[in-house]
């Protein structure tokens, strides 16, 4: 995780989903013109949460970029470069992952199939992580839309990792952070997609800007069946997938064969 | 099972012993409040002197095993600024949490300080006006301490509910199973306490009000174990009575989940069932049988035994189940 200076943070304007009450960016020009990027930060987070009567639960996030990426799982093969690559470029410690490609098996022979789930940071636009996080170490950031964790004020409580629907934060063993996926903020900051897209055989990972109509993945999800992962967690996910089959061990019917291997250390798909 | 939990003995731990503590406290606070014409008679205050000497330790003790249990300890105080120098609270739980438990430990070391006995410690003058302002003290002490020991005892479960991605945890049911827990097992430290420091002297009425209190804290420690089990009955109502997230997470507790013999057993069986008709007998022999209320000394130490070892498993189950579920599908 690339390690961020405070005073690198910026207006973070968190305003209600509702497109209607939406205001052009006058509260944060004005906020960030006052106070300069951290404080307006805070200022926008506690005045928001306080609660706007008949708004969503949680607080979307607004940002000029918004990072995502779209996985079309008819084209991966589970051949876990993209976790290989993930762990060398991050240079991710044994028994944890911030990338990770789960497989589900299902049926009885001869009609069985074996899907393939490649997993990251959905790095959602209404993240619970932020919001539970006590120190403020976590946030959106507003150019790109990338959630981030601040090494220089994390503590390592876990709190974020219980909160994450996705289970994608863990402990760094090594730094004592909480860590997980940045898409790579080191190339993508300077023009290059993520390591993962960068080396995926099948071609299945489009990255680019959801924000931006005429961006590759903008047309992609237009132009195909795309799904997130539990969406009723009301995270707003930026990874979307295309054939996700939502098959699993929990809700499977009765006398049917599914058996989930995570790869993710350890952990299921419910921990 | 526990090689994978995120969180385990300090946070467990620290739920159980800030119960205690903030139980402890609250009761010391009442009775204190109530003074000398409630039905603790003129041994009131030996009964707010024990819970006032109890509540912070293992408060601060379960904080620092907390502050243990983080990636970073020393950075420990980076919960209690955000990165708004003038506005330190952020929508974190946990944020809150840390600004409440610091005042109350300030405030309860100062209400325990108040409570001891600086005359005979210091046999001087020093002695003497230490005494003096720490009569004048404990009031007002005791009106800081009840909000913020019910706070504590509130905010160990709020803590755990706010997350929507632990659906056994986010329930508000779990903040007032956690809540009556304090009280009851807070009331059982002070139980222990004063039957250990108790020491008979022959005067039959000391022996008697030492009696009368007894019975008080039993009687009052009997309903919130029925009150609890109340609540237990609705947390399982509430999650029978749903779809999705938190009727498959709640399997985890039921008979034959993976923590469901120890839930029933060890919590219901041991912890909340077994002291209440205990107590009940007690309680029933004296008011209806109008027998002097006397328990024996082995059972006026197991009763709160019991009681603090099912509160440990409240909080053990529900922090273990919480994260041994999360939200179903994909």
Not at chain 2, 92 to 109: A, H, T
Request: glycine share 10%; proline share 7%.
């Amino acid at each position: 995780m690339t390690t961020l200076p405070t005073g690198e943070r910026q207006a973070v304007g968190k305003q209600p989903h509702d497109p209607s009450t939406e205001q052009p960016s006058g509260r944060r020009e004005f906020l960030r013109t006052v106070g300069g990027g951290a404080v307006a930060a805070a200022a926008a987070a506690v005045g928001v949460s306080a609660g706007l009567p008949g708004a969503r639960a949680d607080v979307r996030v607004e940002t000029d970029a918004e990072y995502g990426m779209l996985i079309d799982l008819r084209r991966c093969i589970g051949c876990q470069a993209c976790s290989v690559a993930c762990k060398a470029e991050a240079d991710v410690p044994m028994t944890v992952a911030r990338s990770w490609v789960e497989y589900t098996e299902k049926g009885h022979y001869p009609n069985v199939s074996r899907t393939f789930l490649p997993r990251l940071c959905n790095h959602c636009s209404a993240p619970h992580c932020v919001r539970a996080c006590p120190t403020g170490a976590t946030y959106k950031r507003p150019q790109d839309g990338i959630v981030v964790i601040d090494q220089g004020i994390c503590i390592g409580c876990l709190y974020c990792a219980q909160a994450c629907p996705y289970s994608v934060r863990f402990l760094n063993p090594v730094t004592r952070f909480a860590d997980k996926c940045d898409l790579c903020i080191h190339r993508v900051s300077n023009g290059v997609v993520p390591s993962c897209v960068n080396t995926c055989q099948g071609r299945a990972r489009i990255f680019g800007d959801v924000n931006d109509p005429e961006s590759e993945i903008s047309q992609a999800l237009a132009r195909n069946p795309v799904n997130v992962l539990r969406r009723g967690m009301g995270t707003e996910p930026n990874v979307y997938y295309i054939g996700l089959d939502f098959t699993d061990e929990q809700t499977k019917r009765p006398g049917e064969y599914v058996r989930v291997t995570t790869h993710q250390g350890n952990r299921t798909r419910r921990g | 099972m526990e090689t994978h939990l995120m969180w385990s003995w300090p946070i467990y731990w620290y739920l159980f012993l800030a119960g205690i503590g903030a139980g402890a406290t609250t009761i010391s606070a009442a009775v204190l409040w109530r003074g000398p014409g409630g039905n603790f008679g003129p041994r009131y205050f030996d009964v707010a002197k024990l819970g006032a000497l109890i509540g912070p330790l293992p408060v601060i003790i379960g904080t620092g095993f907390l502050i243990f249990e983080l990636g970073r300890p020393f950075r420990a105080f980076n919960i209690m600024v955000s990165n708004l120098w003038y506005a330190p609270l952020n929508p974190s739980p946990m944020n809150f949490g840390g600004w409440m438990l610091l005042p109350y430990g300030v405030f309860g070391i100062l209400y325990a300080a108040a409570f001891l006995p600086w005359a005979r410690w210091f046999p001087g003058g020093f002695g003497a006006s230490a005494e003096r302002l720490a009569a004048g003290a404990r009031k007002p002490l005791s009106m800081i301490m009840a909000p913020l020991s019910i706070a504590t005892a509130v905010y160990t479960a709020v803590l755990l509910g706010a997350i929507p991605s632990r659906p056994l945890w986010n329930s508000p049911v779990i903040a007032a199973l956690f809540t009556v827990s304090a009280f009851s097992t807070g009331i059982a430290a002070i139980m222990l306490a004063q039957r250990l420091t108790w020491k008979p002297n022959g005067d039959a009425q000391a022996e008697r009000h030492f009696q009368n209190s007894g019975q008080v804290l039993t009687a009052a420690d009997m309903i919130l174990i029925a009150t609890e089990l109340f609540v237990i009955v609705l947390f399982f109502m509430y999650s029978q009575l749903t779809v999705g997230d938190v009727r498959y997470a709640v399997e985890v507790l039921l008979p034959g989940g993976e923590l469901g013999g120890l839930f029933w057993w060890g919590l219901v069986g041991v912890g909340l069932l077994l002291p209440f008709f205990v107590e009940l007998y007690f309680i029933l022999r004296t008011t209806r049988g109008g027998r002097a209320f006397h328990v024996p000394y082995a059972i006026e130490i197991l009763v709160p035994v019991a009681i603090m070892i099912g509160g440990f498993i409240l909080r053990y189950v529900i922090v273990v189940g919480g994260q041994l579920t999360g939200p179903v599908g994909l």
